[in-house]
């Protein structure tokens, strides 16, 4: 069985100084949307990563997310999920700005995109055999459609409800689980190109 659960970045400092960049000062600064928005800027940055596979554009995406979630802001229905609203619009960034442009990403010699350290490289010095197979989770991701990845990384990472990740994704709940399922059916068949599966 494939298992996510532990795929978490060290976005947290990196983020903040994205978003930092836009110097939202003054009166800005002390908005209230503002500070519940900034609260889930790990995950953002997370997601961000995985899709544009690049540190810098990652950043990058997260803070256009910030300024267009700013800019609409009214239209956020206050007692609903705003961290679902966030991924909803970085997605829509996303699709819109990037994926128009993306090309293949030069990949280091252990297989991680050029420009962003590896995910899992915050953790505590963890033995060899760990390691490796967490690198191969992570080479193994990068290579899922964004159809695919984006889906299995909000349910089974972030923990959003398949209802809140069928609006983000702006499809029925049932294309959500089989999309969930053949992602990680998908991850089955590249981890065994790199070697052993990791175990839930």
């Known amino acids: 069985m494939v298992c996510v659960h532990g795929v978490r970045g060290r976005g947290r400092q990196r983020s903040r100084r994205a978003v930092s960049r836009r110097r939202l000062a003054g009166p800005v600064a002390d908005d209230p949307f503002l500070q519940q928005a900034l609260?889930?800027?790990e995950?953002?940055?997370?997601?961000a990563v995985y899709l544009t596979r690049n540190g810098s554009e990652a950043e990058d995406l997260v803070q256009e997310t910030y300024v267009r979630a700013m800019r609409f802001s009214h239209r956020f229905e206050p007692g609903t999920h705003l961290r679902a609203w966030l991924f909803q619009i970085l997605r829509n960034t996303f699709l819109t700005f990037y994926r128009l442009r993306e090309r293949e990403s030069a990949l280091s010699e252990d297989g991680v995109a050029?420009?962003?350290a590896p995910m899992f490289h915050d953790a505590p010095e963890q033995d060899s055999e760990?390691?490796?197979v967490h690198m191969d989770l992570e080479r193994a991701l990068m290579r899922l459609p964004e159809e695919f990845k984006t889906p299995l990384l909000l349910a089974e990472?972030?923990?959003?409800?398949?209802e809140d990740v069928a609006r983000i994704m702006d499809c029925p709940v049932g294309t959500v689980k089989s999309r969930?399922?053949?992602?990680k059916e998908r991850l089955r068949g590249h981890l065994k190109d790199y070697g052993e599966?990791?175990?839930a």
């Not at 990472?157 to 398949?162: A, I, R």
């Not at 969930?180 to 992602?183: L, T």
């Open 39 to 41: 609260q889930h800027l």
């Open 43 to 47: 995950p953002l940055h997370n997601l």
């Open 114 to 116: 050029e420009g962003e």
């Open 130 to 132: 760990r390691s490796a």
């Open 157 to 162: 990472v972030e923990g959003l409800p398949l």
């Open 180 to 183: 969930i399922f053949r992602a």
């Open 197 to 199: 599966e990791p175990k």
